[in-house]
């Protein structure tokens, strides 16, 4: 990657070295999110901050603040004496749990977007959508990161119109696309996802709470059932 020669651009002036150490902190953290992502590192490793460091050619301090981001997403876990380890999958039990309560809050989410969604945020959904459809390439994290943060803003989209703060809280502190996608990723997941999406949208514009709550009922209930194929894998 390119970060040593960000890193030195960003001694070289003080007009534009801030940019360049943004750059440098965002490209250490989507690095250690991908290895993260793919298995490249397995659960339970430990995490060496000076061995990151000299792998991606960078100082302790971006991989630190990468280390303190993926930890904000379930993807590492600091022990005390121990420091950062990655953090283990979901298992089967823990994967029933998130869906029993996403299944409680998120059907309920898109009814009320249906009675209370303004055209602008119609429109976020929408949009996310149509950028859904572009094609991947490959099955790693780089090729569906584009994705994933589209399923996820999709979802976030239909808690925020819901016009209940607790739900929308609740439900972005779940990180639920990044655990799911962690545990499992095929080319299918996309395509069948982006077909559910469409149906709970779909009820939304026709303002039909009904329609919605069933739409993201059945989309949750087939989300997890693709999940839990990576159990029998």
């Known amino acids: 990657m390119s970060?040593?020669?960000?890193?030195?651009g960003?001694?070289?002036g003080?007009?534009?070295?801030?940019?360049?150490?943004?750059?440098?902190r965002e490209s250490v953290f989507q690095a250690l999110k991908a290895r993260l992502m793919d298995h490249d590192l397995e659960p339970g490793t430990?995490?060496?901050?000076?061995?990151?460091?000299?792998?991606?050619?960078v100082s302790q301090t971006p991989v630190r603040e990468a280390?303190?981001?993926?930890?904000?997403?379930?993807?590492?876990v600091r022990r005390p004496n121990a420091g950062y380890?990655?953090?283990?999958?979901?298992?089967?039990?823990?994967?029933?749990?998130?869906?029993?309560?996403?299944l409680l809050l998120e059907p309920s989410a898109a009814a009320r977007a249906a009675r209370y969604a303004t055209d602008a945020e119609v429109n976020v959904m929408r949009e996310a959508l149509e950028q859904m459809m572009s094609p991947l390439l490959g099955d790693t994290y780089e090729a569906y990161r584009g994705f994933a943060e589209l399923d996820a803003l999709f979802h976030n989209a239909i808690a925020e119109a819901s016009r209940s703060p607790l739900i929308a809280d609740t439900l972005r502190r779940f990180r639920a696309h990044t655990h799911g996608y962690r545990l499992y990723f095929?080319?299918?997941?996309?395509t069948h996802a982006a077909d559910e999406h469409r149906?709970?949208?779909?009820?939304?514009r026709r303002k039909d709470p009904e329609a919605a709550a069933s739409a993201m009922t059945a989309h949750l209930e087939a989300s997890r059932s693709r999940l839990t194929s990576a159990y029998r894998a």
Not at 14 to 23: I, L, M, N, W
Not at 199 to 204: F, G, R, S, T, Y
């Open 3 to 8: 970060d040593s020669a960000q890193v030195t």
């Open 10 to 12: 960003a001694s070289g």
């Open 14 to 24: 003080s007009g534009s070295d801030e940019p360049a150490k943004v750059s440098v």
């Open 46 to 57: 430990k995490l060496s901050i000076d061995g990151l460091a000299r792998e991606l050619d």
């Open 67 to 76: 280390l303190a981001r993926c930890e904000s997403e379930g993807l590492v």
């Open 85 to 102: 380890l990655v953090a283990p999958l979901l298992d089967r039990a823990a994967l029933d749990d998130l869906y029993d309560v996403r």
């Open 186 to 190: 095929r080319h299918g997941i996309a």
């Open 199 to 204: 149906a709970v949208l779909d009820a939304i």
